[in-house]
């Protein structure tokens, strides 16, 4: 009511104030990397990104989330910083691992998400900060409010032992490092087994997964996926795909989050439009393509790899 608000005291005021920020960093992961990020922006497919995420932890849409996205249009902030933060942020008891193709690059994004932790934003709403005893790039750990040590983050690499971490949310953000190891049917094999064998196996009951990347080749983590994949169904784990080429090959419409609710997402674009504009326009796009050649524009750019 504007005119009981009216009548409010300034500390009436700033706590309504809070109370609406908390509630608008907690509605997704983009939310979240807005308010704590330096140099987030909310482009258009990153909310689209956002929105996926937290419908899968929210509304239970899916198991496995995987993210087909071009090269160079912010998928990581999103998925591998904003996301752990977010998500530690709803429930501070859990705990988030995050694989890439490297571990000592896994760990960046480790290092990043524990300093967007560590923000007063976070810290203020929250009451979690990262437990001073437990505070490296690779594994970390979060304190409450009154002391209590809780849930927190630890990264690896694709490919690499995990042993003795588990995780309620598991991301694994470009597990393929370059063309070498995209052509080689060992190196494919190797993170295949590592998904199967180390990274599934490691999940607490009732976890999610995260896959974000842009794609290489039909062997890839998702094309593996998507073979295993039958009936949107992958060894009883429902599997979402949605693909964002960087420029549009048919006329698209995504939709994301309940009808209605502020994390809602519907956005269009017609044939040839780019994903992200702001970055890489369609002159930007077309100059890529003629640079990079038909097989990197087809796997890296459209997500449409060939042989």
Not at 126 to 149: C, H, N, P
Not at 181 to 194: F, G, P, Y
Not at 269 to 298: F, M, N, Q
């Amino acid at each position: 009511d504007p005119a009981e608000v009216a009548q409010w005291n300034p500390e009436q005021l700033a706590l309504y104030a809070a109370a609406l920020d908390r509630a608008y960093m907690l509605a997704s992961p983009d939310r979240w990397g807005e308010r704590t990020i330096h140099g987030f922006v909310r482009y258009p497919h990153v909310q689209l990104m956002g929105a996926e995420i937290a419908d899968m932890i929210e509304r239970d849409t899916a198991d496995i989330l995987v993210l087909e996205v071009s090269v160079r249009h912010g998928k990581s902030f999103c998925s591998s910083i904003a996301t752990p933060g977010w998500f530690l942020s709803k429930y501070p008891d859990r705990t988030v691992g995050l694989a890439s193709y490297e571990a000592d690059f896994a760990a960046q994004w480790g290092r990043k998400t524990r300093e967007a932790i560590g923000s007063p934003t976070v810290r203020q709403h929250f009451g979690i900060e990262v437990s001073k005893q437990s505070s490296a790039m690779s594994r970390w750990d979060l304190v409450t409010a009154d002391g209590r040590t809780a849930g927190g983050m630890w990264t690896a690499g694709a490919g690499g032992p995990i042993e003795g971490k588990g995780y309620h949310l598991g991301i694994v953000d470009d597990p393929i490092k370059n063309r070498e190891v995209a052509d080689s049917q060992e190196a494919l094999e190797k993170i295949w087994d590592w998904w199967q064998a180390t990274l599934i196996p490691r999940g607490e009951p009732g976890n999610k997964l995260i896959v974000v990347m842009s794609r290489w080749s039909d062997a890839d983590l998702i094309g593996r996926l998507r073979a295993a994949s039958e009936n949107s169904e992958y060894e009883g784990k429902r599997l979402r795909v949605v693909r964002m080429p960087a420029m549009a090959d048919e006329d698209e419409k995504f939709t994301a989050g309940p009808k209605g609710s502020v994390v809602a997402v519907q956005w269009e674009r017609k044939t040839g439009e780019p994903l992200c504009p702001e970055r890489y326009d369609i002159d930007d796009l077309s100059e890529l393509r003629a640079s990079v050649g038909p097989w990197t524009w087809a796997a890296r750019y459209q997500q449409t790899p060939a042989p």
